[in-house]
């Protein structure tokens, strides 16, 4: 179910108008009992003013059970996430939809909801609850080359590197912050491989919000020195991403924290799906992929699905572009499970930190996803992930770090794989900075040795390396 309940329940009050006529007609015969059914009518046709501000409810992605009109807190679906186990993905993801009719009937929908900034499509009542810092409306650029070869059709990279924590994440982070502002949560905790929990830290510092970091002892430093930098309670554990996860619920529950964990919190994916409105604003009519998207939870891929699900339920775009998940051969997860009956998991030991996962929590819907839409699902060797970082860089001058830089190899194994179709344009997703992991790098990277200061040496040095 999408948006055919949310129709049910507008298409209730026109009903309701229609008959108050009839019933004002039979007022003089029966005026005790119409006098009550007034009164219930009144209520019914006052309902959307009354849940003004709360334009949207929750779906379970597992069993399809709505609930919660507005405000109300929520993580996942309570009858589907009992039997929930540790180290496995959990059921019971929650989606958020709005009230898809009225917008899909507004004479220029998109221009509508752009001028508008999207606060029709958000779970926030005002604009003015998000963080001061710039989030998403990240550039896009355009190459046509690679290596000095010309490319079968124009690649475009979407640089979400260029977000305030230097992250893809903060997008979620900025509305679950923004959340929190609304209704008086003023301390957040999250679980994180190091990118969510940076952006976190960075987005509360910017909000005068608590934020409470857990993240495995073995993220990346720079990400946890963003932490500690920024004012965060930064704490690692001797454990796992999923252990830190586990831990941060409990938190939650204990200290009643506001949870920003991906995927448990519904609303990071309402967050990351913003990025979809902004590639139709950039690509208008070229809009047609394949979208490569690096893949750990299975959360970013979801949420770029339902921004394309949401343009075409409100008549924006006639077909959701292909998408091509992304995973890094060593912590394959999601791709490898994606066909299977039953879930298994193979501990992840890739360099690519922020998509190494062991239990995609958003396994579930990114497989309805990537099903629904006819989807592609690849893997990427470590190594194809450093050559690629590489390329990347010396070719267009974006440092991605290797989660982005899987997405990059992605493209790469379909353009040496023949697998670009004539009218294609392929858009990769940039969702980290290099600076935020400089130790992987360093795996694919010699450094030079230094050379005395004076120009007969600087010379031998450049003709010894053939650089002359
Ligand atoms: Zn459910």
Same mark, same amino acid.
């Given at each position: ?8 329940s507008?298409?209730c009050n026109?009903?309701v108008i229609?008959?108050?006529k009839a ?8 005026p005790f ?6 009164l219930?009518?009144?209520i019914?046709?006052?309902m ?5 501000g ?8 597992c ?7 507005g405000?109300q807190?929520?993580y996942l679906?309570?009858?589907?996430s009992k ?6 993905p ?6 958020v939809?709005?009230?898809?009719? *009225?917008l899909r009937?507004?004479p220029?929908?998109f221009k509508y909801l ?8 958000l779970?926030i009542?005002?604009?003015s609850?998000?963080p001061p810092l710039?989030?998403? *409306?990240?550039?896009?650029?355009t @190459?046509?080359?690679l290596?000095?070869?010309l ?6 990279i979407?640089?979400?590197s260029q ?6 994440k903060?997008?979620? #982070?900025?509305?679950v ?10 301390t957040?905790?999250?679980?994180s491989?190091g990118?969510?929990g940076s952006?976190?830290?960075g ?6 919000q608590?934020a409470?970091?857990?993240?495995p002892d073995?993220?990346?430093e720079a990400?946890? *020195?963003q932490?500690?930098?920024y ?6 554990i ?8 586990e831990?941060?619920i409990?938190?939650?529950?204990q @200290? ?14 309402e967050?990351?799906?913003?990025v ?7 690509l208008?009519?070229?809009?047609n992929g394949?979208? @490569?998207?690096?893949v ?11 921004g394309?699900?949401?343009?075409k #339920?409100l008549?924006v775009i006639?077909e959701?572009?292909?998408?091509v ?7 394959d997860n999601?791709? *490898?499970?994606l ?8 501990r992840s030991?890739?360099?690519?930190d922020s998509?190494s996962?062991?239990?995609?929590r958003?396994?579930?819907m990114a497989?309805?996803f990537?099903h ?8 990427v #060797?470590d ?7 590489a390329?990347l860089?010396q070719?267009?001058g974006?440092?991605?770090e290797p ?12 353009l040496?794989?023949n697998k670009?179709r004539?009218?294609?344009?392929p858009?990769?997703l940039l ?6 992991d400089?130790?992987s ?10 050379v ?7 010379e031998?040095?450049?003709e ?5």
């Amino acid at each position: 179910m999408t948006t055919e309940g949310i129709d049910r329940s507008w298409a209730c009050n026109v009903f309701v108008i229609k008959h108050v006529k009839a019933a004002t007609n039979l007022r003089k015969r029966h005026p005790f009992f119409l006098k009550f059914l007034k009164l219930g009518f009144t209520i019914l046709l006052f309902m959307p003013v009354m849940t003004k501000g709360k334009h949207f409810i929750f779906e379970c992605s597992c069993c399809g059970v709505q609930s919660g009109f507005g405000t109300q807190l929520m993580y996942l679906c309570n009858a589907c996430s009992k039997d929930n186990k540790s180290g496995e993905p959990p059921r019971g993801v929650m989606k958020v939809l709005y009230d898809y009719h *009225r917008l899909r009937h507004k004479p220029k929908p998109f221009k509508y909801l752009k001028n508008r900034g999207f606060i029709d499509l958000l779970p926030i009542s005002s604009l003015s609850s998000l963080p001061p810092l710039r989030t998403g *409306r990240t550039p896009l650029y355009t @190459f046509n080359k690679l290596d000095g070869k010309l490319l079968p059709a124009p690649l475009h990279i979407k640089d979400d590197s260029q977000n305030p924590t230097w992250s893809f994440k903060d997008r979620a #982070s900025a509305l679950v912050s923004a959340f929190a502002a609304e209704h008086g949560l003023s301390t957040i905790v999250v679980a994180s491989t190091g990118n969510a929990g940076s952006s976190m830290a960075g987005i509360c510092a910017s909000m005068k919000q608590r934020a409470v970091v857990v993240l495995p002892d073995s993220a990346p430093e720079a990400k946890l *020195r963003q932490v500690v930098m920024y004012g965060a309670k930064a704490l690692p554990i001797k454990g796992t991403y999923d252990q830190a996860f586990e831990l941060s619920i409990e938190l939650s529950n204990q @200290f009643g924290w506001y949870n920003r964990n991906t995927a448990y919190n519904p609303l990071t994916i309402e967050g990351k799906k913003t990025v979809s409105f902004e590639l139709f604003d950039q690509l208008p009519e070229l809009l047609n992929g394949p979208v @490569f998207v690096p893949v750990g939870d299975g959360v970013i891929l979801s949420g770029v699905y339902k921004g394309f699900d949401e343009l075409k #339920s409100l008549g924006v775009i006639t077909e959701v572009p292909k998408v091509v998940a992304v995973q890094a051969a060593q912590s394959d997860n999601l791709v *490898r499970n994606l066909h299977q009956p039953d879930f298994i998991s193979i501990r992840s030991t890739t360099i690519a930190d922020s998509i190494s996962v062991d239990a995609p929590r958003n396994f579930y819907m990114a497989r309805q996803f990537i099903h629904a839409f006819d989807g592609d699902a690849i893997t990427v #060797s470590d190594n194809d992930i450093l050559q690629a970082s590489a390329l990347l860089a010396q070719n267009t001058g974006l440092f991605a770090e290797p989660a982005a830089a899987a997405a990059f190899a992605g493209f790469l194994s379909y353009l040496h794989g023949n697998k670009l179709r004539p009218g294609d344009n392929p858009v990769v997703l940039l969702t980290g900075s290099g600076l935020k992991d400089l130790k992987s790098i360093a795996k694919g990277l010699t450094l030079p040795e230094s050379v005395h200061p004076d120009f007969r040496s600087v010379e031998r040095t450049l003709e010894k390396s053939g650089y002359l």
